[in-house]
Structures are given as C-alpha cells and as structure tokens.
C-alpha cells in the first residue's frame, strides 16, 4: 500500500527556514505531481505550492517568495524549503500526491499524508 510520509515539522523563531520531506513509501509506476497544503487553526486548508513530475512548480499567494517546492525522483521524496517565517505561518502541513500508479497498476487519483505541525513562534 501506498502511503506519503512527512517529516521535517517542528518549532522555528520569527524569521526562520524549515525544510519539509514528503516521502512516497511503496513502489509506484509514476505520479503526476506533489503538492503541499496548509491548515491553520480555524481557517480552511490552503495550496502552499505544488510540482509536476515534469518539474513543473505553482505557488500559492500566502507563502509565494519565501517557499521552496522541488522533487527527487529516484527518491520518490517531495521537499518543501521555508524561509523568513511568521506566526501567522503556523499550521499543520500536509502532503499529497496526485494520480499514482502503483507498480500493479492500481491508480489512486489523490493521496494524502498525516500531517506535519510546524510552529512558528518567539
């Protein structure tokens, strides 16, 4: 089975960098892109950026600027680059992965991970 896995969550200072990991456990045959989204407290879950398995990025206004989103293909492994961060950047950060081919030819239009909680606060 399938499954994302996300690491690389945790407590930064105003003004910090984080990098996320997005791991894809489980052999697949290919995907069409990765992504990564945001909910914070009480407010609904929100694009921070995504990439293609061509390597093409899109980038959602909240972090534009200050957010990094790349991918390791022989990995399997999607990475998240977090700079000059704010409190407001608190939340948890979640992974997806959308239209995976597993290796049976199984396809899942969209996976998600369990959540990584990144706290920004002095």
């Known amino acids: 089975q399938v499954q994302l896995v996300e690491s690389g969550g945790g407590s930064v200072q105003p003004g910090g960098s984080l990098t996320l990991s997005c791991a894809i456990s489980?052999?697949?045959?290919?995907?069409?892109?990765q992504g990564w989204h945001r909910q914070a407290p009480g407010k609904q879950r929100e694009l921070v950026a995504g990439?293609?398995?061509?390597?093409?990025?899109v980038y959602g206004d909240s972090m534009k600027g200050r957010v990094t989103i790349s991918r390791d293909h022989d990995k399997n492994t999607a990475y998240l680059q977090l700079s000059s961060l704010t409190p407001e950047d608190t939340a948890v950060y979640y992974c997806n992965a959308v239209r995976v081919v597993t290796m049976d030819g199984h396809t899942d239009n969209e996976l998600w991970g369990q959540g990584t909680l990144v706290t920004v606060s002095s």
């Open positions: 489980g052999s697949i045959r290919s995907l069409a892109g």
């Open positions: 990439i293609t398995s061509g390597g093409s990025t």
